[in-house]
Structures are given as structure tokens and as C-alpha cells.
């Protein structure tokens, strides 16, 4: 009798023990979640509404420098005015420099590489003479001369006897145009039949200001009009300044709605904003349908002006990230997943610490292996939310 009431005193000695145990983990678990769960979280949310506040405000300064750009393209955008432009810095460029065969090679390179490729360009010397140049057709050679001697004549010796003796060459090369009237067209890209085809004809001369303005010599520059690619003028645009932004703050494309394939698609631009092609060209079709301009990308904008018809100009750019306020966030979320963790194995003692002795061993291997199985899950979870949801 009094052995059993002896097992009985001992167990209910344990039982209190455990109580007791119980009762100190639950007021310890309080006061990690009131004085440092709860404020690191508060500070936390804090932090990212101070970030969300930066942002936006980077966001609003970027937005102008962006649509200034997008609207430098629209204006730009012509593939005629685009290849007049770019004749007429070649002209710039040789207009500081003596022309000679190694001048012309070097700025003749670099235009056919990066702008345009396709356009025949003739240059002459101050005799009105034709330059030759490695690997240049010897196509033309002719008409070129005599019709780069006329169109010079009238301003370096103020006669026009050539306009009119030339004629035929003129006629022949290109088309039904009178010579005089292209005379005064110097520096400008006119439209022309080009052996019988759509083409277009630039001309110029250059003068040198360091000796009485004195004739230095010229170039002469044709091509047909569908050798003009697609897009030409737009995609030259817009990988320049793709190329241009080293800070990655935007990324510049075109949607040709009617022809998705000629669509131009920054694809590495956009691999920096987390970006695939196939919804943003979803997302710009939505907002083209609901007249919209501008969106927010979680972090990013994205912008959009109609350039033509069925074809979008768009931009997606970002504001600016205060380092600071990120290394505070990464530490802060850090450190509430410790504390997560401290308090999810807080929880598991005093759930063994309640059962006492009465909780089997099996039992409590069970608790300890859904402990270490259920945690990093959670885990895992916990940190999807706080890094990869940002």
C-alpha cells in the first residue's frame, strides 16, 4: 500500500516538475516573441516600406530620361533620315582629317560595321579624282567619276558646262532627274531611280578650313531601297542604347504586333530584370488594349509609345537600390529565421516536456523526426518569402 502510494507521490512529483518546466518555456517563448521576434519583424516591414519609398522616387526621375529616349527613337526612327545622318558624320569625320586612302578606311570600316552596311560609298580627291580602296567593285567607276566631277563643278570653279554635257550619265544611273537641281541638294539624301530600281543618292564635298577653304575632295554614296532591312533605323536606335547603358538602368525594344518574329528583343538587356520575352510581349499587348503606357513590374516599370501602326516602343527600366537599406534587410531576415528556428525548437521541448514521463521513447523519436523533417521545409518557405518574393 504504501509502495503504491509511494508511485503515486513520485509520478505526480514529476508531473508538477514538468508543469513547472512547461510554465518556464511558455513565458520564455513570450518574451522572445514580444522583445525580439515581433520588433525585428516590425523593423523589417519598416525597412522595406522606406526601400519601396526610394524606389519609387528613382523610379520618377528615371521616367523622364527613359520617355525622352523612347521619344529620340520615334523621331529618329526613319530609316531615310537615319542613313542621311550617318552620311553626313562621315562627312564630319573627314572634314578633321586629310583624305587619304588610310583616313577613308578607317571611318569607312567602322560605318559599315555598326551603321550601314549596305550603302556604296565612292570617295575622290581634290582633283575630283576617284580614290581607290582595297577590295572596293569597280562597278560604276565611270558614272561615278564624271557625275561627282559635275555635281562638284558649279562650286569650285562656278561653271555648269559638266551638269549639262553629263546628262545622259546622270540619266542612266539614275533615272529622270535633273542634274542641276541635285547640284544643289549636296549633303542631303534624295530619292532616285537607281538603274531602273527605287533607290536614293547622297553627295558631298569637303573643303579644308585650315588652307583658304581649299578643295580637299568629296564622296559620292547609293544604294537600292530594298536593301534596306526591316526595322533598320529602329533596331540601330535601340542597340545603341542598350550599348550605351553600362548601369543596366534600362532595357530598350520594339513590339511589331502585326509580325511578332520582327519584334526586337533586347534578350540579354532583359535577363538583367528578370524578364522573359514571351510575357512581356503578353504584357505590352494588355496594355495596348487598355490604352496604357506605363506599368509596375514588382520592382521594375515598363513603358511603352506607339512608333507606327501595329509597332510598340517600350522600355523597362528600374529605380535606383540604397545599398544600406538592402544589407539591412538581408540581416535583419536573417536573423528572424534564426529566431524562427530558436523558437520552433522551443516549442518541440516543451511539447516533450509536457508529456513528462509518460511520453514512450517511440513516441517522442516520432516528435524529434518531424522536428528535423517539417523545420527546413518551413524553412525553406520562409526563406522563398523573404528572398525570392522580393
Known sequence: MLKVTSGKITIKAKY???MEKKTGYHEFLKSLVCIVFLPAAMLLIGLELVQNRYQDKFLQQNKQN??????????????????????NFLFGFLNEEKINPDSIQKHLDKLRQENIPFVNIRFFDENARHIPLAGEPDTYRVFVQKIFSALCQPERQGKTE?????????????????PAELAMKKSTLVRVKLNGKPGYFYW?????????DAFKGGFIAFFEEEQIPDNFAVQRLLQRLNEQDQAQVAAFGMLDLADPPKSILPDSALKGFSIDAENLLKTLRNMRSQLISEIRLRQNMLMSLQLDGEKELFAVYRGQANEAFMYA?????IFIVFVFLVI????????????GASFMHGQRKKLLLAYVVVM???????LAVFFFLD
Open 16 to 18: 508538477i516538475k514538468a
Open 66 to 87: 527613359v520617355r525622352k529616349h523612347l521619344l529620340d527613337v520615334r523621331r529618329e526612327a526613319d530609316n531615310e533620315r537615319y542613313i542621311g545622318r550617318q552620311l
Open 162 to 178: 559638266l551638269l549639262k554635257s553629263y546628262s545622259s550619265f546622270f540619266d542612266s544611273f539614275l533615272g529622270n532627274i535633273d
Open 204 to 212: 558631298n564635298s569637303i573643303y579644308s578650313h585650315l588652307e583658304n
Open 329 to 333: 534587410s538581408f540581416v535583419l531576415k
Open 344 to 355: 520552433a525548437r522551443l516549442l518541440a521541448d516543451a511539447a516533450l516536456a509536457e508529456q
Open 376 to 382: 527546413p521545409i518551413v524553412t525553406m518557405m520562409f
